[in-house]
């Protein structure tokens, strides 16, 4: 069964940084992009970033300039490094990877992600 795992959540104080990963198992020919979404308590969820088989990637305009995604195509992995983290990036964080055509998408299982003042 294909699989995004992800890792690296947790607490940090504002300012600070940490590193999200997320693995993905099956073909990355199945796959046309992998990103990050988020859902903060009470809100939809988002788009964070994303990257396309191609290398090209996009940003929510709250994040830009703090968070970077970037990915290790033989490791079928896609990370998020954020910096500068505000508490309203407090959020639990999903990795997603839109299949091709009309398949809809994968999904990882989340991973929380909370920013103190």
């Known amino acids: 069964q294909v699989q995004l795992v992800e890792s690296g959540g947790g607490l940090v104080q504002a300012g600070g940084s940490l590193r999200l990963s997320c693995a993905f198992s099956g073909s990355i020919f199945s796959i046309r992009a992998m990103g990050w979404y988020r859902q903060a308590p009470g809100k939809p969820r988002e788009l964070v970033a994303s990257?396309?088989?191609?290398?090209?990637?996009n940003y929510a305009e709250s994040v830009k300039g703090r968070f970077t995604i970037s990915r290790d195509i033989p490791k079928k992995t896609v990370y998020l490094e954020m910096n500068s983290l505000k508490p309203e990036d407090t959020a639990v964080y999903y990795c997603n990877a839109p299949k091709w055509g009309s398949g809809g998408d994968y999904w990882g299982q989340g991973t929380q992600v909370s920013v103190s003042s």
């Open positions: 990257i396309t088989n191609g290398g090209s990637t």
